[in-house]
Nanobody, 122 residues
């Protein structure tokens, strides 16, 4: 059974950091494109970061560029999202997803995790 499980969310003050994890089972993440999306209440799901399985290239939304970093640990079959200098507008539920190519269209992704909540507030 293919499964993605996110963890690492929580509450943090503006300027703080969090590292999200996306652990996979039933699949090898090395063979997939992995993306992080987020969804705030009342808003559409938006792409945050993507990592290509083909060449390891990464893609970031302009809103997080320079603050977030996506990485992968093949031995643990886990993808991470390091989030630094967090802002109130980063508050959302964060999801990881696997697909065939890097893009910001949720409907094009095949598998999703259940999400982990990130709250940035003073």
């Amino acid at each position: 059974q293919l499964r993605l499980v996110e963890s690492g969310g929580g509450s943090v003050e503006p300027g703080g950091s969090l590292t999200l994890s996306c652990a996979a089972s039933g699949m090898t993440l090395d063979t997939y494109v992995i993306s992080w999306f987020r969804q705030a209440p009342g808003k559409e799901r938006e792409g945050v970061s993507c990592r290509s399985s083909r060449d390891g290239s990464t893609l970031y939304a302009d809103s997080v560029k320079g603050r977030f970093a996506i990485s992968r640990d093949s031995a643990k079959n886990t993808v991470y999202l390091q989030m630094n200098n967090l802002k109130a507008e980063d508050t959302a539920t964060y999801f990881c997803a696997v697909g065939a190519w890097c893009n910001w269209f949720p409907r094009l992704y095949d598998y999703w995790g259940q999400g982990t909540q990130v709250t940035v507030s003073s």
